[in-house]
T-cell receptor, first 113, second 113 residues
Framework: NAGVTQTPKFQVLKTGQSMTLQCAQD?????MSWYRQDPGMGLRLIHY???????DQGEVPNGYNVSRSTTEDFPLRLLSAAPSQTSVYFC????????????FGPGTRLTVT | GDSVTQMEGPVTLSEEAFLTINCTYT??????LFWYVQYPGEGLQLLLK?????DKGSNKGFEATYRKETTSFHLEKGSVQVSDSAVYFC????????????FGEGTQLTVNP
């Protein structure tokens, strides 16, 4: 199993540009989520999904969209990038809502200039 | 709402020193508690967990005990190694939060030979 994969590893955007961060898992996990990691603030939940076709907002959803058309994929879209979205983004998955362990991808480092 | 507070870092120790990283939490009811570790350039990995009061989680020589009376989950290791250098995150999952995790701000640990 590849586990949780994320692409790209690094990305630089200009303010106002849009892009999609990709996340995929091959463990047939129901639950997937996106976090952003900022210095001194730990990880904050952006959006999550409890299964294909179902998504919901986390703590900091503004400026981001998600969809979950398949169990495997959970892309994160930035519609109009802002410097405040400069961060490291992590995708995570788990078997279900009651599962204790979440599996994290290696992260995408995004810089918005 | 739920919150996690970790001791401020960074922490620098010599090899074989004793490690304590403090973690306290605020949550409704009795959450599950976790320590995650992030090695340089990687995503987060579950280090240990405790799901009820007085449980002790342990892994790779690290331990943490769920203390309801002090709402704490301090991470300890008796003798650290250079390979333990990483960022450590305390996290909780509330009883009604599904798989949603609330993270502390993280503590950078550097172990020198």
């Amino acid at each position: 199993n590849a586990g949780v994969t994320q692409t790209p590893k690094f990305q630089v955007l200009k303010t106002g540009q849009s892009m999609t961060l990709q996340c995929a898992q091959d463990m047939n996990h129901e639950y997937m989520s996106w976090y952003r990691q900022d210095p001194g603030m730990g990880l904050r939940l952006i959006h999550y999904s409890v299964g294909a076709g179902i998504t919901d907002q986390g703590e900091v959803p503004n400026g981001y969209n998600v969809s979950r058309s398949t169990t495997e994929d959970f892309p994160l879209r930035l519609l109009s990038a802002a410097p405040s979205q400069t961060s490291v983004y992590f995708c995570a998955s788990s078997f279900g809502q009651s599962s204790y362990e979440q599996y994290f991808g290696p992260g995408t480092r995004l810089t918005v200039t | 709402g739920d919150s996690v507070t970790q001791m401020e870092g960074p922490v620098t120790l010599s090899e074989e020193a004793f490690l304590t990283i403090n973690c306290t939490y605020t949550a409704t009811g009795y959450p599950s508690l976790f320590w995650y570790v992030q090695y340089p350039g990687e995503g987060l990995q579950l280090l240990l967990k405790a799901t009820k009061a007085d449980d002790k989680g342990s892994n790779k020589g690290f331990e943490a005990t769920y203390r309801k009376e002090t709402t704490s989950f301090h991470l300890e290791k008796g003798s650290v190694q250079v390979s333990d250098s990483a960022v450590y995150f305390c996290a909780l999952r509330g009883r009604t939060s599904g798989s949603r995790l609330t993270f502390g701000e993280g503590t950078q640990l550097t172990v020198n030979p």
